[in-house]
């Protein structure tokens, strides 16, 4: 019978979701590149990779390709889509952890960093940042395996940590916690981050620093800009001071979304556990091993007891595997290979194995660490908060004083609407005399220009009486100040 040779493996230019190409900045330390021949499809953007030793490469990858990396399902990939608009947000998923803070769309997993955006001018200061800090972790953490391996404790020490951090319950006592985290620590006693957390307090630091610097920016343009309008009320000043309203209110927006996020966090332990992703793996990684030495002591014991059989029960078992083999009932299938129960409890386990990691892991390096970043934010909040009081207290002002001017105005409009009235009534007069009538006042003979004079100055007299008698009642009456 003649047998097909094996399919050749797939080569990295047949894979249509994913394309290497070099990395545009200049303070790389590895350029991979990989010729990839290939229509982009819909979907397929540029992501900057670095990695834990700090090399950057930019990798043109689809969703899938992405999801298949990360574990992510494609709803948390819709939170980095650059043409939605989605808030603030932090999550801690089995295998990676999504942040998307203002101009930062990064997905962090436990070795590498994938980055959306990393052209935008914005965002190549951040990079700079995060490599640095990449490599100093990188540093540190081969300086301290150095030490270790010099012990040969090595092994040891990490096999025992993830035992005690596995097993120990949650009430445990601070001396149990401290010999926990002994295999992390400098010879010098200062803690090492994991990965993933220095890669989160980039981020952290870039989001709030971005925000802070905003807040920062409108403060010193808002007071000049109000006082000048206290001092005049022009219809430029207002135009101003409403830009920075407007301003203001979407800079609070923003403050206060990732605020909220990094309270809910602090608030969830299990959320924050879920971000542990160096330790969930190695504990994983743990967990294989011991299953598979323990299936190899199960070889062990049952190769004796195949060789002790007779040539009879061996034909009767290869029989009846190959009847198994051609039965249909997926049933046979069941009881009848053990290498597919023993999958199926290697899959259970592993599931246990993150709920329990979950339940039992220790949250207060990450709390510590979110604390810190919370508290800068709650500042620049409440300084946004500050100056919205004070812009508040401005149109409050203004407002006051509109309405002051206001009053003056129709207090002008009372007074003359009284002199208007009392001239009325001696435009009555003149009226009268203006009439075809004959009356001795008319006559030369009996009244001349001196009685004329005294009518005319007795009628201005009586307006003026009475006008005068108008506001002294308006003022009584507390109408007119």
Known sequence: MRTQPPPSPPKPEDDPDLSIRPTPFPNQTLTTTVAGHRKKG???????????????????????????????????????DPLLSYPSTILGRERAVVINLEHIKAIITAQEVLLLNSKDPSVMPFVDELQSRIL??????????????????????????????????????????????QGLENPDGSRILPFEFVALEACLEAACSCLENEARTLEQEAH???????????????ERVRQIKSRLVAITGRVQKVRDELEHLLDDDEDMAEMY?????????????????????????????INDRTPAEISLATNYE???????????????APNAIGRDSHGTHTSTTHSAI????????LEMLLEAYFVQIDGT??????LREYVDDTEDYINIMLDDKQNHLLQMGVMLTTATLVISAFIVVAGI???????ELFDKSKAGMPVFLWTIGGGTTGTIFLYVIAIAWYKYKRLLE
């Open 433 to 439: 005399f203006g009439m075809n009538i004959h009356i």
């Open 381 to 386: 909040l409440n300084n946004l908060s500050t």
């Open 277 to 305: 992703l160096t330790e969930k793996q190695l504990l994983e990684n743990s967990s294989t091993s011991s299953m598979n030495e323990r299936d190899d002591m199960d070889d062990e014991v049952l190769r004796p007891d």
């Open 136 to 181: 100093c972790h990188h540093q540190a953490t081969k300086a301290l395996e150095g030490a270790i391996d010099d012990s040969n404790c090595i092994i040891r020490t990490s096999s025992q940590n993830l035992s005690a951090r596995f097993s120990q319950p949650q009430n445990q006592d601070e001396e149990g916690k401290a010999e926990e985290k």
């Open 42 to 80: 819909t979907g397929v953007r540029a992501w900057l990779l670095l990695d834990s030793t700090g090399q950057t490469q930019v990798v043109e990858a689809g969703k899938h390709a992405i999801m298949r990396r990360t574990g992510l399902p494609a709803r948390d990939l819709r939170i980095l």
């Open 358 to 365: 979950s339940k039992h892991l220790d949250v207060q390096e």
């Open 322 to 336: 190959g009847d198994l083999q051609d039965s249909d009932n997926p049933q046979d299938h069941l009881f009848g």
């Open 224 to 238: 000049p800009a109000l006082d000048k309008l206290t001092s005049k009320i022009s219809t430029l000043n207002l």
